[in-house]
Nanobody, 127 residues
């Protein structure tokens, strides 16, 4: 059984930084493309960033490009989201997700393409 567990959320001041982590257990970590999404109550879950199976390619939503960095450590079976220059608009619950895919498949922003999800971690940005 594949499980994803996020951590690293919390309260930060505007302009501050946080690093989210997501540990993946079960399955074969290297076979997954990985993504981060975010959601507020009553709103849709939106794409934030994705990273390929190899880690050589990444994709970002325009709203976070240049401020957030996604990375993965296949030995630790962990995907990270380094967030800098945080703004109140970044205050959401952040979810990591894994897509079981072939090595050459392009990354996807489509929520329906992801097979496994974590429970989320809250990020609060104080003005």
């Amino acid at each position: 059984q594949v499980q994803l567990v996020e951590s690293g959320g919390g309260l930060v001041q505007t302009g501050g930084s946080l690093r989210l982590s997501c540990v993946v257990s079960g399955g074969s970590f290297s076979r997954y493309a990985l993504g981060w999404f975010r959601q507020s109550p009553g709103k849709d879950r939106d794409f934030v960033a994705a990273i390929s199976r190899s880690g050589s390619s990444s994709d970002y939503a325009d709203s976070v490009k240049g401020r957030f960095t996604i990375s993965r450590d296949n030995d630790k079976k962990t995907v990270y989201l380094q967030m800098s220059s945080l703004e109140p608009e970044d205050m959401h619950i952040y979810f990591c997700a894994a897509e079981q895919t072939i090595l050459t498949a392009p990354m996807t922003r489509n929520i329906r393409d992801y097979d496994y999800w974590g429970q989320g971690t809250q990020v609060t940005v104080a003005q």
